[in-house]
């Protein structure tokens, strides 16, 4: 499957955006995405993951309550909605399709968007 990930920006501290994760392929219904990212001088982090039905998610400590994973599979796409953004927040955003093993772990993925550039202000 390939995924493209799109709808970050500049946004102020407070403010709320939407990136989505476009997939080509007729599979991509059977695969459970995660969105991580990587800020300026850190390591790729896990920020959230949906199950290929949606059924089940799971988020990152630091962005609990404030955002909220969710997929629509007629339109091959998963989106990451972020509310209440921080300054720390800041970073590139990536969507991954999972293979095996720990969902925390960005080696558990084999398929990878380009990802999306969020600055947010303060």
């Known amino acids: 499957v390939q995924l493209q990930a799109s709808g970050g920006g500049l946004v102020q501290a407070g403010g709320s955006l939407r990136l989505s994760c476009a997939a080509s392929?007729?599979?991509?219904?059977?695969?459970?995405i995660a969105w991580f990212r990587q800020g300026p001088g850190k390591d790729r982090e896990f920020v959230a993951f949906?199950?290929?039905?949606?059924?089940?998610?799971d988020y990152a400590d630091s962005v609990k309550g404030r955002f909220t994973v969710s997929r629509d599979n007629a339109k091959n796409t998963v989106y990451l909605q972020m509310n209440s953004l921080k300054p720390e927040d800041t970073a590139v955003y990536y969507c991954?399709?999972?293979?095996?093993?720990?969902?925390?772990?960005?080696?558990?993925?084999?398929?990878w968007g380009q990802g999306t550039l969020v600055t947010v202000s303060s």
């Open positions: 991954a399709a999972y293979s095996r093993g720990s969902v925390y772990n960005p080696a558990s993925y084999n398929s």
């Open positions: 392929g007729r599979t991509f219904s059977t695969y459970d």
């Open positions: 949906v199950t290929w039905r949606g059924r089940s998610t």
